[in-house]
């Protein structure tokens, strides 16, 4: 899993960072008394940090609340590290928001992206934990801890970072609707259509990515599939003729996106498969006999990789 490999470096950086770099200015005196006490007295030190940011004039400075912004995350990280909804942490990255903002001419323009970082670190490791051990009742954590994170990259301005956290974030989340899919369909059928969503979000991003293409080709052709096996001895002239309908529309929606994968990946079996499966469903026999000859050419040839896929990474 993708998600996991990339945070594996990202928790050497969970290193608290370093509070006073610079000597504090003369016109904040409350916040150089945070700095002074919170070591010894942390709760002591936030009170007046909360004194200094909510009910003083050094509500105006961005080195006021970026002290308030540290001391949280101390109280955070001390306390309350395993809660994913920490008031602290969620404290300290307003608090942190607030000191950029007001810090104009980038004055501690060293110091906080480092203790932003810390915060970024914090929720993506979290993200991570929260999708090893995925169940649709922590789908709204895994949603919030993916928010937060993308808006601390965002405010740390790693765009070009985050493009690709997105793309293996749903790449991840689709392979756990599929899990819990697989492991009950009649309880869990609601799983499928949130791994489609997934795949459609990643399409967004990247039109050519294979793996995305191909598995919203499947899910089209199965809709139709699932349409197909509806019907019964009940079922009248009028609604076979509709469900029908419905069916083949179904199959036309896949065939495009199979059609991308087998462009992307000429060399894969389950493209050529799905071509010649699709195109029977929808009775057109010329393609769908020329596809099941392609297929058997890549057999003989040697050169076709296998039906499933060797790894999530690919």
């Given amino acids: 899993m993708k ?132 169940t649709p009742l922590r789908e709204t954590d895994c949603g919030m801890l993916w928010g937060k994170f993308v808006e601390t990259q965002q405010m740390l301005g790693n765009e070009e970072r985050l493009a690709q956290y997105r793309k293996d974030y749903y790449f991840t989340f689709a392979d756990r609707h599929m899990v819990m899919y697989e492991q009950n369909p009649a309880l869990y059928g609601f799983e499928l259509e949130k791994a489609f969503e997934c795949y459609s979000e990643i399409l967004k991003m990247d039109p050519l990515d294979y793996k995305a293409n191909y598995n919203t080709a499947i899910y089209y052709y199965n809709q139709g599939v699932t349409i197909i096996g509806s019907f019964n001895e009940s079922t009248t002239l009028e609604e076979l003729i509709a469900l029908q309908e419905n069916s083949i529309a179904l199959f036309k929606k896949s065939l495009p996106f199979m059609l ?23 009775s057109e026999d010329d393609k769908s006999f020329f596809y099941k000859a392609e297929l058997e050419k890549l057999i003989k040839s040697g050169g076709a990789n296998p039906l499933k896929w060797e790894t999530n990474d690919e």
């Fill in 3 to 134: 998600i996991r490999h990339m945070i594996a470096g990202a928790l050497c950086l969970l290193v608290a960072p370093v509070l006073w770099a610079q000597t504090p200015q003369n016109d904040i005196p409350i916040t150089v008394r945070v700095i002074k006490t919170y070591a010894a007295d942390l709760d002591g030190a936030i009170l007046l940090s909360d004194s200094a940011c909510l009910h003083s004039p050094e509500s105006t400075h961005h080195y006021a609340w970026y002290a308030r912004a540290f001391v949280y995350k101390e109280k955070f990280k001390r306390t309350d590290s395993l809660n994913i909804y920490s008031p602290w942490r969620e404290t300290a990255l307003l608090s942190l928001r607030r000191s950029m903002e007001l810090d104009a001419k980038g004055e501690n323009a060293n110091q906080v992206p480092i203790l932003l970082e810390y915060l970024s670190n914090t929720y993506h490791a979290q993200l991570a934990e929260c999708l090893d051990f995925y």
């Fill in 260 to 282: 991308k994968a087998q462009e992307l990946r000429p060399d894969r079996q389950e493209t050529l498969k799905g071509l010649y499966i699709i195109y029977r469903a929808l």
